[in-house]
């Protein structure tokens, strides 16, 4: 079972909003900071959110990021084409004391 | 501007080893932690491992513990990540990051392009 838990897939028509949650622990998304990345396949994987919701340099203002006690969220509004693409949150596991990732979730723009 | 350049694609039997590099550019190498994150075909990412560039001191998850090396040469501002003991099951693209500030609990903020390491017999 992974240490934290996003859903496989998330889906919208441009212009609307798309949620990814990340679920976790006391251990990690509870005491520790939740980070976003975005990946395209074959290109190299790129840090979109920091802190929670601290947004990386040039990611537009529509990608928002929160926690709730032990579940984090990736918000993604006004939908656009080019954010199809796979999304990965990330945190420290006080338990284990290593860096975990999200099984990934793939944003699909119909 | 930051850019971490990583070696060329592998094929490889199983059993043997893998060394893959990375080399960073602007930016003070001493001043980041280098981690290592790999990503198998269909799968999502999954850390390996950092080093510490000032001390050389190293760090793994726990499945790489005893296969995985991470080195650095200072001098070139190059990380290096050998996996030793390869299975079909460690075909992967290989990914190196820098951390956003000195520590092993800094976020990933800029990354190399992947290594294909594939393992055949």
């Known amino acids: 079972q992974s240490v934290l838990t996003q859903p496989p897939s998330a889906s919208g028509t441009p212009g609307q909003t798309v949620t990814i949650s990340c679920s976790g622990s006391?251990?990690?998304?509870?005491?520790?900071?939740v980070h976003w990345y975005q990946h395209v396949p074959g290109t190299a994987p790129r840090l979109f959110i920091h802190?929670?919701?601290q947004r990386a340099s040039g990611v537009p203002e529509r990608f928002s990021g929160s926690r709730s006690g032990t579940s984090a969220t990736l918000t993604i509004s006004g939908l656009r084409s080019e954010d199809e693409a796979d999304y990965y949150c990330?945190?420290?596991?006080?338990?284990?004391?290593?860096?975990?990732f999200g099984g990934g979730t793939k944003v699909a723009v119909l | 501007q930051v850019h971490l350049v990583q070696s060329g694609a592998e094929m490889k039997r199983p059993g043997t080893s893998v060394k893959v590099s990375c080399k960073t550019s602007?930016?003070?190498?001493?001043?980041?932690?280098i981690y290592w994150v790999r990503q198998a075909p269909g799968q999502g990412l999954e850390y390996m491992g950092w080093i510490n560039p000032v001390s050389g001191a190293t760090d793994s998850a726990a499945k790489f513990h005893g296969r995985l090396t991470v080195t650095r040469d200072t001098s070139s501002g190059t990380a290096y990540m050998e996996l030793k003991n390869l299975g079909s099951d460690d075909t992967a693209v290989y990914f190196c990051?820098?951390?956003?500030?000195?520590?092993?609990?800094?976020?990933?903020?800029?990354w190399g392009q992947g290594s294909l390491v594939t393992v055949s017999s």
């Open positions: 990330s945190a420290w596991d006080d338990s284990q004391r290593s860096w975990f």
């Open positions: 990051a820098k951390g956003a500030w000195f520590g092993s609990k800094a976020w990933f903020d800029y």
């Open positions: 802190r929670f919701n």
């Open positions: 006391h251990a990690n998304i509870g005491t520790n900071y």
């Open positions: 602007g930016y003070p190498f001493n001043a980041f932690y």
